[in-house]
Antibody
Framework: QITLKESGPPLVKPTQTLTLTCTFS??????????VGWIRQPPGKALEWLAL???????RYSPSLKSRLTITKDTSKNQVVLTLTNMDPVDTATYYC?????WGQGILVTVSS | DVVMTQSPLSLSVTLGQPASISCRSS???????????LNWFHQRPGQSPRRLIY???NRDSGVPDRFSGSGSGIDFTLKITRVEAEDAGVYYC?????????FGGGTKVEIK
């Protein structure tokens, strides 16, 4: 059974760095072909891909956010970590991690002073 | 970026009647691997998106067969043969052929 779960702070201040962790089970990120990604959804708005990391440590970032994003993996812990620097109120959103058809429950992150 | 345009923006469908949602991409979604990576998702309020269809027409496990996907190139369609109350929510198409991956703006489906 494949599951993913996001964790991190529900509230961050403007200019701070957001660090989110995706902890998964039921698969290994060291298996060829596997990838895990992060997607976000501002309240009432559409979905937006942020970043993707592959089993071979290849990484892809949204061009519009590339300078602020970092995605890493810890295969031994079955975790993928996303950092987003210089947070702004427009970054308020529910952040999801996903692998194909499997999605986490999401975590709402609010940016406010 | 590949722009995904969905229509209509919203849809009100009578229980038991068919529904259809269109999705058009700004460029061909045929990948260098020969596949067309066009997916459909359904999201109910307060829930995570659920993938229904992958690679244009393949239903994910547990997805009722009243859902079907079709299309090629730049034009794609999601059809529901007979809508049920649980089908209410927002439907998104998503392309995974080109980075960055992109979603359509969503189609809100209301069941009458």
């Amino acid at each position: 059974q494949i599951t993913l779960k996001e964790s991190g702070p529900p509230l961050v201040k403007p200019t701070q760095t957001l660090t989110l962790t995706c902890t998964f089970s039921g698969f290994s990120l060291s298996t060829s072909g596997v990838n895990v990604g992060w997607i976000r959804q501002p309240p009432g708005k559409a979905l937006e891909w942020l970043a993707l990391i592959y089993w071979d440590d290849d990484k892809r970032y949204s061009p519009s956010l590339k300078s602020r994003l970092t995605i890493t993996k810890d295969t031994s812990k079955n975790q993928v970590v996303l950092t987003l620097t210089n947070m702004d109120p427009v970054d308020t959103a529910t952040y999801y991690c996903a692998r194909g058809e499997y999605w986490g429950q999401g975590i709402l992150v609010t940016v406010s002073s | 970026d590949v722009v995904m345009t969905q229509s209509p923006l919203s849809l009100s469908v009578t229980l038991g009647q068919p529904a259809s949602i269109s999705c058009r991409s700004s460029q061909s979604l045929v990948h260098s691997d020969g596949n067309t990576h066009l997916n459909w998702f359904h999201q109910r309020p307060g829930q995570s998106p659920r993938r229904l269809i992958y690679k244009v027409s393949n239903r994910d496990s547990g997805v009722p067969d009243r859902f079907s996907g079709s299309g090629s190139g730049i034009d794609f369609t999601l059809k529901i043969t007979r809508v049920e109350a649980e089908d209410a929510g927002v439907y998104y198409c998503m392309q995974a052929s080109h980075w960055p991956l992109t979603f359509g703006g969503g189609t809100k489906v209301e069941i009458k």
